[in-house]
């Protein structure tokens, strides 16, 4: 998704393009306001369709300055920055107002870099992921709040999980979505393939990882048919 700075009465992140070890051109958002107190920084994203989904994921990639490697920072310099969420069913954009948004969670690094790693030009990344939900409303923007930190956020990826489609004892279950809680199993009803009925009610359940779970029941072919290859084939 394409950040875009959220306007509020602060100083804001700066768009930096670049090039990856590839030379492949890579944008990154970054703040680096460590000597100034009172810091309050906001960037956001433009509003990301949930597409039915009611529990979402979203991974971070970022890297992040070690206060001790900067001298005089001590004291304003911070080594976290915040992310936060606002459900909506229309592109409110620039309208949002920082009261608006949820908490979720504080990202911390496991890595900092120090002035030895930029000279060496090693980058070290970091990796987070949080979740989302239950979200009922058509999409969401995420934000990111910097209260002093030195950061580079690198890239964005939101995603949710499905259970693919698969056939099961001669029953078709199809593509879906997660349930909004972690824990939560969804009961999923199949569909016998061509040729054949239901001797129990085939049905499945839907993890909140995207596995299928618990087969119940199935699907037996039809006199003259027998099963080959997930289906019912004539014998004749």
């Known amino acids: 998704q394409c950040l875009t700075s959220l306007y509020f009465p602060s100083l804001q992140w700066e768009e930096i393009g670049e090039v990856d070890e590839n030379y492949a051109p890579i944008h990154t958002y970054q703040v680096c306001k460590v000597m100034e107190q009172n810091q309050n920084n906001w960037l956001q994203t433009n509003l990301i369709l949930t597409q039915g989904s009611q529990r979402v994921f979203v991974e971070l990639q970022f890297t992040l ?10 004291g304003t310099c911070k080594e976290t ?8 069913n229309d592109d409110e954009g620039r309208n949002l107002r920082e ?15 120090t002035e030895l790693d930029l ?18 409303k058509k999409g969401f923007y ?3 709040q910097d209260l002093g ?31 909004s ?15 054949s009925v239901a001797e129990d009610l085939p049905r499945m359940h839907c993890s909140a990882e995207g596995e299928w779970l618990v087969p ?11 099963e080959m290859n997930d289906s019912c084939q004539g014998m004749y």
């Open 149 to 179: 930190a030195c950061i580079a956020l690198v890239s964005v990826r939101v995603f949710y999980k499905k259970c693919p489609f698969i056939v099961r004892n001669l029953a078709q279950f199809q593509d879906t979505i997660t349930g």
């Open 119 to 136: 000279g060496d030009r090693v980058m070290k990344l970091n990796t987070e992921v949080r979740d989302l939900g239950p979200l009922m």
């Open 181 to 195: 809680d972690s824990s939560q199993l969804l009961e999923v009803a199949g569909n016998c393939v061509n040729n």
């Open 65 to 74: 300055r070690d206060c001790n490697s900067l001298p005089g920072g001590v």
């Open 99 to 113: 009261s608006q948004y949820s908490k979720v969670d504080t990202i911390a690094a496991d890595e900092s870099f």
């Open 81 to 88: 920055f915040n992310m936060f969420y606002y459900e909506s």
């Open 142 to 144: 995420l934000a990111f």
């Open 216 to 226: 119940i029941g199935k699907c037996v072919c039809q006199v003259g048919f027998e």
